[in-house]
């Protein structure tokens, strides 16, 4: 029995937490996501096209497979005279797939995962955040021309870089949205693209980097109670319209001539609420589109700014645990780069979905709580084991994995008691000790 096989047999069962696993990569979906791509599969081939997404996804889940070992490891392959299938048509196959497939995929499951798990809320507005990461290709001379490499006056990068940034709600690590591009782009830039995915009744947390006005004010205008938070530049200019309380302000800000010339339909002011408050004896200046005093209490609103590291969180589980910290990607073109990671991002949002039902199943415990390390080496493991699961016990084994959830529930988090510092770079050379006078 194939893995998408066995998948479907989850339809019967009857727990509320695993009711629709069956409906997010039913072949109906995959297919749906095959015709909107405009890639359709006539002739029969070892590899068909709806097989192939499961591939792209075992690569992010089987790190230390080979791509071909991948294809066997999953069970996909159709009966032939051969019991495995080489590694150029792997290939080939990936190239036929393509990677606008695997971004609907993403998006398409990305929405029914997101409506399938309840999101607890901050005075009514669920949490997310916007965050950047850099991704390391291989040294191939497509790669190098497409994303480039980062550098500077006298260093350069050793391999390729995609630039990729992400919008994450913060309770369950389920990614809303993602865009990458070269790293000649900004992450501002890449940050537009993601405009229309964040939800109404939401608070959107970003970095410094990301403090551009003509951005957030259309973060704001797309949606109803669309809200964002972020710290004050350092030097920048602003007039006090209103005090609202201890240490809160209503303040105007004011864009400059190239912000009103790139950001289409920008005003030339926008208003917003300055909240200083002093943490751990450093002086806390942020921004935020939370003008309502009454309705947002400032004292709140402070400590929200370290969630944002939950996103932070999400790319370490990315880069260390599912890519096993291999940090450079399989894919040698820039078109399998983006179906690479289209899947890993499809595959990402799997495991944390199946983490979000281990978490509900237990009393008084967020998804974050769950340990992505071993949670994902364990659901990993039962996913590849479905295939070889008589359909009438698939039922007994979602209900294993629901009962498994307690033994993977992380302590609670401590207070960080030092400020954070960069650590210093390893030197690959033995230092001279010093001689005593």
Partial sequence: MFLKQALNQVHNFSADQLSGLSDLLSPELIEQCLQDSGIATIRKRRLPMEMMVWSVLGMSLYRHLSMDKVVSQLDILLPGKKPFVAPSAVIQARKRLGSDVMRTVFNQTQQLWQSKTPHPNWHGLTLHAVDGVVWRTPDTKDNDEHFGRTGNKTTISDYPQVRMVCHMELTSHLLNGASFDSVSKSEVDLTVPLIDNGPSNSLTIFDRGFYALGLLHKWQA???????????RKGTQYTVIAKLGRGQELVELKLSPQAQKKWEDAPKTIQ?????KSIMGKEVRLLTSMTDAMKYPGADIAELYSHRWEIELGYREMKQYMFQNQLTLRSKTPELVTQELWGMLVAYNLLRFLMCQMAYNQKSVMPYQIGFKQASLFLIGQLQLLPAVAPGRIPEVMSYILAMSESFILPERRERGYPRAV????????????KKR
């Fill in 222 to 232: 797309s949606g109803e109670e669309k809200h964002w938070l972020i710290p004050l």
């Fill in 272 to 276: 917003a609420r300055l909240i200083t």
């Fill in 423 to 434: 650590k210093k770079r390893p030197c690959r050379y033995a230092t001279r000790p010093s």
